[in-house]
T-cell receptor
Framework: GNSVTQMEGPVTLSEEAFLTINCTYT??????LFWYVQYPGEGLQLLLK?????DKGSNKGFEATYRKETTSFHLEKGSVQVSDSAVYFC????????????FGQGTRLTINP | GAVVSQHPSRVICKSGTSVKIECRSL??????MFWYRQFPKQSLMLMAT?????????EQGVEKDKFLINHASLTLSTLTVTSAHPEDSSFYIC?????????????FGEGSRLTVL
C-alpha cells in the first residue's frame, strides 16, 4: 500500500540556517504530493503541493520538487525564521475515489533566534 | 482560505461514557470529511471517510461500533466515541474537502484532545 517516510525529528536550527526535511514515498501509480504544516495550537495547513513528476511546489520560501526517480519530495528553505517553528507533515494522495491522504510521521522543527 | 472548526477542543470524560466531537466547515460545503487520530509524536492515522447522506467508510482495524460517524449535512460531521476507555485517549482531527477545491487539498480542524479517565 501507499506510505510516506519522513526524516525523524526533532530538528533544531538557528535563524537564517538552511533547512532540509527529507520525505520519501511508496505508491502505486502517480500520486500527488503535499507538505502540510501545523503551527502550535492550530490545525494542519497546506504549505505546498506538486501533482506530477518534476513539478516544484513553493510557498513562503519553502520548496519541494517531485522526484519520481528517487520517490522523494524533500522540503527545503534557504533561510529559516523563528516563525517557521512548527510540525511539518509530508503526505500523498492517490487521486482515486475519495482521494485519501496518507501522512508521514511529522517532523517537529524549532528555530532559535 | 476555507475554515474547518472542531468542537470541543478538549474534553475529559470518565471511562464508559460517550463523547461527541463536531466538525463543521464554516464557509464551504463538504460532501466528504475525514476523521484522523493522532498519537503523541506519531502521524495522523485515517480512521474513516464520512460521506454526506450515507454511511461512513471505515479503515481496516477501526471499530465502527465504537467510533460512530454521522454526516447529516454538507457542513457538519460528528464523531461519537462510545463507551470510551483510557486507550481511546488521543487527538482527533477532522478534515474536509471543498467541493470547489483542487484535487487532494483538504482543510483541517484544530483537533480535539480526548482524555478518558
Amino acid at each position: 500500500g501507499n506510505s510516506v517516510t519522513q526524516m525523524e525529528g526533532p530538528v533544531t536550527l538557528s535563524e537564517e540556517a538552511f533547512l532540509t526535511i527529507n520525505c520519501t514515498y511508496t505508491a502505486t501509480g502517480y500520486p500527488s504530493l503535499f507538505w502540510y504544516v501545523q503551527y502550535p495550537g492550530e490545525g494542519l495547513q497546506l504549505l505546498l503541493k506538486a501533482t506530477k513528476a518534476d513539478d516544484k511546489g513553493s510557498n513562503k520560501g519553502f520548496e519541494a520538487t517531485y522526484r519520481k526517480e528517487t520517490t522523494s519530495f524533500h522540503l527545503e528553505k534557504g533561510s529559516v525564521q523563528v516563525s517557521d517553528s512548527a510540525v511539518y507533515f509530508c503526505a500523498l494522495s492517490d487521486l482515486q475515489g475519495a482521494q485519501k491522504l496518507v501522512f508521514g510521521q511529522g517532523t517537529r522543527l524549532t528555530i532559535n533566534p | 482560505g476555507a475554515v474547518v472548526s472542531q468542537h470541543p477542543s478538549r474534553v475529559i470524560c470518565k471511562s464508559g461514557t460517550s463523547v461527541k466531537i463536531e466538525c463543521r466547515s464554516l464557509d464551504f460545503q463538504a460532501t466528504t470529511m475525514f476523521w484522523y487520530r493522532q498519537f503523541p509524536k506519531q502521524s495522523l492515522m485515517l480512521m474513516a471517510t464520512s460521506n454526506e447522506g450515507s454511511k461512513a467508510t471505515y479503515e481496516q482495524g477501526v471499530e465502527k461500533d465504537k467510533f460512530l460517524i454521522n454526516h447529516a449535512s454538507l457542513t457538519l460531521s460528528t464523531l461519537t466515541v462510545t463507551s470510551a476507555h483510557p486507550e481511546d485517549s488521543s487527538f482527533y482531527i477532522c478534515s474536509a474537502r471543498d467541493l470547489a477545491g483542487s484535487v487532494g487539498e483538504l482543510f483541517f480542524g484544530e483537533g480535539s484532545r480526548l482524555t478518558v479517565l
